[in-house]
């Protein structure tokens, strides 16, 4: 059974930063996308903030561009998320995902506040 375990959220001043770590265990296919999700309280809604996906290309969303960095270290099966230059509207609860043919793996979420 794949679990997803994510790190390193907590309270930071706006402009800080701060790194997300998701470490996968588990059995699953060499071929899956990585990506990073964010739920914005109280909505359920979790919207895409950024991807790897299995052929190697990185996308954002367009409010984090030059600010985020979604990086992986395929070895040790973890996805990072580096966010700098944060702001109030970055808070949320971020969410790691994996995903492969035919199943789809999510974090527990990790929450993230921005707030002076």
């Known amino acids: 059974q794949v679990q997803l375990a994510e790190s390193g959220g907590g309270l930071v001043q706006p402009g800080g930063s701060l790194r997300l770590s998701c470490a996968a265990s588990g059995r699953f296919s060499s071929l899956y996308d990585m990506a990073w999700y964010r739920q914005v309280p109280p909505g359920e809604h979790r919207s895409l903030v950024a991807?790897?996906?299995?052929?190697?290309?990185?996308e954002y969303v367009d409010s984090v561009k030059g600010r985020f960095t979604i990086s992986s270290d395929n070895a040790k099966r973890t996805v990072y998320l580096q966010m700098n230059s944060l702001k109030p509207e970055d808070t949320g609860v971020y969410y790691c995902n994996f995903e492969e043919i035919g199943a789809d793996y999510w974090g527990k979420g990790i929450p993230v506040t921005v707030s002076s």
């Open positions: 991807i790897i996906r299995n052929i190697g290309t990185i």
